[in-house]
């Protein structure tokens, strides 16, 4: 047993096609013709609670990333390249059809899709500026309309919605966190200042938990509070957040830098506070729906990066301290793991279960244990080349000799952690050595890569084999599919090394070809040693 990760089936395809009927009724009745339905909350996150699981409610998908649209006549469910084979396993595709995110995006098939005329709706708390932006070019292309709705039409027939998450909000020791949040405040304001900006808002709960120094746990494997912040350039900012989740001693220690509302109370002071004043929203975060407050209420949108992501993008002394106290516990409680796997899996009776259930066991031994940072992929076999595989009861296999992937990550109160490795079960194979040599030499010459200034966005870009999810600034989301790609050199068995080397060897090329790789000799320092 786990404290923090669960091996059900937590996917009901089965109910998915009388799901989208009630939809469809739904829409029949209010003269619409189409819902999109995201996989993302009004937050934007990559996890979510229950509450807002609307699209693995209504297809049966659980991945992290995705995008369903339901049409009178038919339906799409769009995901990248990590969910190709989840989402057939996950979704009955007689009702959805599974399409690829950034091959197919969804404003191009509702351009060729949509008829003139029709009425597609989507929820504005759920879609960003930008989303908002490609959807209504994408609909005026096609002749069509994109129509916001005030209540989101999934939350109208999921009659047995789970409750939205009260966990209680705590303060984030001073001692970890390197800096007071009256200091953060004042550093941001004068950024404000400087741009001559009157405010700025934020929907992203991880921008409130640095600035504000709290942390919580309403969504797994992130310590998040939900709640959103509104920073004034002087003055004292707006924390608004539940406030069932703030005991009496929390909520007098925050109230000495900041006002607290309620959540339900945003429009009104938003409305308020803005008029007539600029305010900053990062376009790629922020809800439809507040930009619309503002822009109702008199303000002025100034488009731009988040300015606390920025500022917590950069960290201090106390935060490198803690993150390296995290990976120096957190390996040495791998390396107790490492011990046992390399005793008990040749003995045979191990499962990814039971592999992924020791895995957190020692973890919990270090007695600081908050929370996985993901769940644990814990794969054998053929489910090793499944990206973000998930392992639950029905798809458990046994650990046999060949190539086993354990991808996982820890929260501890002073950092997060993330480590993937390839363990050899039994004899390594000639076969077995020489894929994975290969695919690794490919990865430490693509390791090694230099990208002049300013590429980002234009030759870097081109070669990422997965886009950005959406615009949304997630390094899990954003960034975690191309480093899985790079960092983990063997998938599985020798049949699936081959379609990793030559995903290695395709993206060298293109570097290569580019002039973007270093010409320094690569030193291995396992060769170096004369080992392996």
């Known amino acids: 047993m786990t404290a923090f990760q669960s091996f059900d089936e937590i996917s009901q395809p089965a109910l998915g096609p009388a799901r989208a009927k009630s939809l469809r009724e739904k829409l029949a009745a209010l003269g619409l013709d189409g819902f999109l339905v995201p996989r993302s909350d009004i937050h934007q996150n990559e996890y979510c609670p229950p509450s807002e699981e609307r699209l ?23 995901v990248d390249g990590r969910y190709t084979v989840q989402v057939r396993e996950q979704v009955d595709i ?240 791998f390396v107790n793991f490492l011990a046992w796997f390399n005793e008990a899996a040749p003995k045979g009776g191990e499962t990814e279960i039971s592999v992924a259930e020791a895995l957190e066991r020692c973890r919990a031994e270090t007695g600081v244990l908050k929370d996985l940072s993901f769940p644990s992929i814990s794969s054998a076999g053929p489910n090793a080349a499944i990206p973000h595989y998930r392992v639950s009861h029905a798809s458990n296999l046994p650990v046999t000799p060949g190539l086993f992937l354990i991808d996982s990550g820890a929260q501890y109160v002073d950092g997060t952690t993330d480590i993937t490795r390839t363990i050899a079960v039994g004899e390594v194979t000639p076969l077995m050595k020489d894929r994975y040599t290969r695919v690794l030499k490919g990865h430490i010459a693509i390791a090694l890569a230099r990208f002049p200034k300013g590429a980002a966005g234009s030759q870097l870009d081109s070669f990422a084999p997965l886009g950005p999810v959406g615009d949304r600034h997630r390094f899990r989301s954003r960034y975690r599919p191309r480093r899985r790609l790079l960092l983990i050199g063997a998938r599985g068995p020798a049949t699936n090394l081959e379609t990793w080397h030559h995903a290695a060897r395709t993206r060298h090329d293109s570097l290569q070809r580019a002039g973007l790789l270093s010409r320094r000799r690569v030193r291995h320092p396992h060769r170096e040693s004369g080992a392996g």
């Open 94 to 333: 007689g009702t959805f059809t599974p399409r690829h995110l950034i091959e197919e995006p969804p404003e191009k098939w509702l351009e060729r899709t949509l008829k003139p005329g029709a009425k597609l709706a989507y929820d504005p708390s759920l879609q960003s500026i930008n989303e908002v932006e490609r959807l209504r070019a994408a609909c005026e292309k096609a002749g069509a309309i994109l129509v916001p709705v005030s209540e989101n039409l999934i939350d109208s027939i999921w009659k047995d919605r789970p409750a939205a998450p009260l966990a209680p909000i705590v303060l984030h020791d001073v001692a970890l966190a390197g800096e007071t949040s009256a200091s953060k405040i004042a550093r941001l304001q004068a950024k404000l200042a400087e741009q001559k900006l009157d405010a700025v808002f934020t929907n992203d709960a991880h921008a409130a938990a640095w600035l504000f120094n709290i942390r919580g746990s309403d969504v797994s494997h992130t310590p998040l509070p939900l709640s959103f912040a509104l920073i004034p350039t002087s003055g004292q900012p707006t924390l608004f957040a539940d406030g069932r989740k703030l005991s009496n001693a929390v909520r007098d220690d925050l109230s000495q830098h900041m006002t607290i509302a309620e959540p339900g109370r945003i429009d009104a002071m938003l409305g308020a506070a803005v008029k007539g004043k600029t305010v900053q929203l990062d376009p790629a975060m922020v809800v439809e729906r507040f930009a619309t407050v503002i822009e109702q209420a008199g303000g002025r949108i100034q488009k731009g990066s988040d300015p606390v992501a920025l500022l917590r993008a950069v960290k201090n002394e106390a935060e490198r301290a803690g993150t390296r106290a995290a990976h120096i516990r957190d390996g040495a409680a």
């Open 56 to 78: 693995a409610w209504l297809t049966g998908f659980a991945g992290s990333a995705g995008i369903a649209i339901v049409l009178s006549d038919e339906a799409s469910i769009f």
